[in-house]
């Protein structure tokens, strides 16, 4: 009788190592989706400095676009993930980006379509680490609720992983109609 009883703790233990370390193992995919979600900010922000100089020799008298450009790009440098500054931010590059069509001169700068294109690519692959995080979380959110895991995990420290949502300006922008023109 009691090698059964030591046998049951020990087989319970050695199942309690392994949710514990495929949940942690989850869990840091959560993590590295993050980063790597901060990490193409951080290019973003990069990238919009030089898009500006380059904006400024050709349409110096937008002063009032360039500098909420800036602006935004300050200010959502500095905030969470989550926060509506990065919703300013497009708002501000949006507008920074119709100036091309308004001055014909830098829509044909080479620099600034190269500083375009790479700005598109940032968008893509944040669009790919938005949803690479989601399939992570969803990963996580799944070993949590699944059986016999969910026995432990609240106990073990593990909480649910939220998804990332868009924002308010992707929102508008995601469920407009798009305008075709032939």
Do not use: C
């Not at 829509?107 to 680490?129: I, P």
């Amino acid at each position: 009788m009691e090698w059964i009883l030591i046998g049951v703790v020990v087989l319970v233990g050695i199942m309690l190592i392994g949710i514990y370390n495929r949940l942690v193992a989850l869990r840091q995919n959560v993590n590295q989706g993050v980063a790597d979600i901060d990490a193409q900010l951080r290019q973003r922000h990069d990238l919009i400095p030089n898009l500006v100089n380059t904006v400024k020799g050709y349409a110096a008298h937008e002063q009032e676009t360039l500098d909420a450009v800036i602006s935004a790009r300050n200010t959502a440098s500095q905030g969470a993930l989550e926060s509506g500054n990065e919703a300013q931010l497009r708002v501000a590059l949006d507008r920074l980006l119709a100036l091309g069509e308004a001055y014909p001169d830098l829509k044909a700068s080479a620099n600034f379509q190269e500083l375009q294109r790479e700005l598109a690519d940032v968008e893509d692959k944040l669009a790919a680490a938005r949803r690479a995080l989601n399939a992570a979380v969803s990963r996580y959110n799944t070993g949590i609720q699944s059986f016999p895991a969910v026995l432990f995990a609240g106990i073990l420290g593990f909480r649910e992983a939220d998804f990332h949502r868009l924002d308010d300006s992707e929102k508008g922008t995601v469920e407009a109609v798009p305008d075709v023109a032939f």
